[in-house]
């Protein structure tokens, strides 16, 4: 049997359709992801995870969520406890750094734990994004303040929490979203920032987190680099940019293909994402023609690739213990900070 293709697919409901199936077997993505339309019940998800990776023939996959916290989180009660925005942590750090670096590290080993229970074993957080004045509120409340080291110190936390319970945590999104003036979900952003001032600011923080194990792109044009792709399929953006000065070596995904920041066919899309240099391309919206389209795009996992895909997977086996009632204190202390006015940091 051949290896897996270097896309991460979504589904388009709560249970697996034939042609789906189809598809799956035929493409052997590396990656699912699950969004609210995929998740019913606890029972439900765990068929539908198990349908798709008996189609797909294997269980070294990974299966991905969007699970921050706030107004980002796919499993909401009772399918999960509620989380709070990362701005809550970034209040709490404002004054009590090595509380709110605490919190967050129970926080996202708790959501671990509930992810892993639910058959997903990668988390596409943290925001390691530096938001600054002007900036479209896309990002606002989830990012985890407006300065590296702060935002280095909670976000390594909420990363550490994840991989401690076998959950691969996706920064994101690389190398900075934190200036675009538009949400990518529905236009291209367009930062005209000097390299100078970039390499000062939003890179630091994934400079500092270059040993994570996994990130996603940002749908981003940095004009003083590549005034004519973003970042996804910028071969200088990823390849002078994430590669080396960022020097971020794990596996690296675009964002939503599907996303209205990109243009043309799904298949150029797909095939411009990794010629550019990501190692999976990713597709979310469950469109059957749509990822069949994207499917005709995408390469087998090989080389490099293959090795930073394996190196993530590494992960989802771990299981170290923890305290789950001083997590959930600490996570009730989190929710309830600056609950009242919490609106970005």
Do not use: W
């Not at 995870?49 to 921050?68: K, T």
């Not at 945590?169 to 291209?188: F, N, Q, Y």
């Not at 996804?232 to 002078?240: A, L, V």
């Not at 391309?281 to 059957?288: E, I, Q, R, S, V």
């Amino acid at each position: 049997m051949g290896g897996n293709s270097a896309l991460i697919t979504g589904l388009s409901g709560l249970v697996l359709t034939p042609d789906e199936a189809r598809l799956l077997r035929d493409v052997r993505p590396c990656g699912l992801i699950l969004f609210t339309r995929n998740c019913a019940s606890h029972d439900q998800i765990r068929a539908l995870v198990a349908s798709s990776l008996d189609a797909i023939g294997s269980s070294d996959i990974l299966v991905l969520i969007d699970q921050e916290g706030g107004r980002v989180q796919r499993l909401r009660p009772p399918l999960a406890r509620a989380l709070p925005p990362a701005a809550n942590y970034a209040r709490l750090y404002q004054t009590d750094p090595a509380r709110a670096c605490e919190a967050a590290f129970d926080a996202a080993r708790l959501v671990a734990a509930e992810l892993r229970a639910l058959s997903i074993n990668m988390n596409c957080a943290p925001v390691v994004d530096l938001p600054v004045a002007g900036s479209h509120d896309i990002i606002g409340d989830r990012a985890y303040g407006t300065t590296p080291d702060q935002v280095v110190a909670l976000a390594e936390a909420v990363a550490k929490g994840h991989m401690s319970g076998g959950v691969v945590p996706v920064i994101k999104h690389i190398p900075g979203h934190g200036r675009a003036t538009a949400d990518s979900h529905l236009a291209l952003p367009v930062v005209t920032s000097s390299h100078a001032e970039l390499s000062a600011t939003d890179y630091v923080p994934f400079k500092r987190l270059a040993h994570m194990p996994a990130a996603m792109t940002a749908h981003v044009v940095y004009s003083a680099l590549d005034p004519a792709h973003p970042a996804t399929t910028s071969q200088r953006m990823i390849g002078d940019v994430i590669r080396h000065e960022i020097g971020f070596d794990g596996l690296l995904m675009s964002d939503d293909l599907s996303m209205k920041a990109l243009t043309g066919s799904m298949e150029a899309r797909a095939r411009d994402s990794i010629a550019a240099g990501c190692d999976v391309a990713l597709h979310c919206n469950g469109d059957l023609a749509e990822m069949t389209a994207v499917s005709r795009g995408i390469p087998q996992l090989s080389g490099a690739a293959k090795t930073r895909f394996e190196a993530a997977l590494a992960i989802t086996r771990r299981d170290e213990p923890f305290d789950e009632a001083l997590a959930l204190a600490n996570l009730t202390f989190a929710l309830n900070a600056s609950r009242a006015g919490v609106e970005s940091v």
